[in-house]
């Protein structure tokens, strides 16, 4: 029982530090949920007189916990991408008057942002994620990466424009790909039909 009583003790003393450190992996809006499930974690431990460090794995425990959740979203994001092996003709085409069209539209449009981010140089990238994804104040970024409030605001404006022309040139070669697929499979028909 002393034991359980250490670890949990060693939470509520914790709690704002491992929050501050989940919020550095994912959105703010997660940090809470992540932070409770440590917390449930920690209650399901069979053995805690096994723990020699509470602290430590209280720290570890939050920070596998976040990146699982990060890994996750990232599956979903990519869990269809494959598309480009299938051919054409096999290839599902979403029907406007479908439910689930919508979603898929805006699902697609979203991992087509998160390469456009993942693109940007290293600096950029964090300093437009900070802004655009975690709704950073720029002194919150300055603060947070040592940056002067000109740079943070250069980061930011080269990241949105390159992430803006990154999207358009996929769109256009996706257009292009499929329009030029399309051409090859109809000619491809008119073969078989004149033997």
Known sequence: MAGSDRLIDAYLELRGQLARLVMRIVPPKDVEDIVQEAYVRICRVDDQEAIREPRSYLFRTVRNLAFDHVKRSESRLTAGADMDELPIEE???PSESDPTYA???SDEEFALFCEAVRSLPRQCRRTFVLKKVYGYTLREIMAEMG???ATVETHITNGTKRCVQYMRKRRQLAV???SGNT???SSMG???EDV
């Open 176 to 178: 292009g790909r499929a």
């Open 147 to 149: 940056l002067a409030q």
């Open 91 to 93: 290839m599902p085409v």
């Open 190 to 192: 008119r073969r078989r």
């Open 103 to 105: 979603q898929v539209t």
């Open 183 to 185: 051409k090859r499979h």
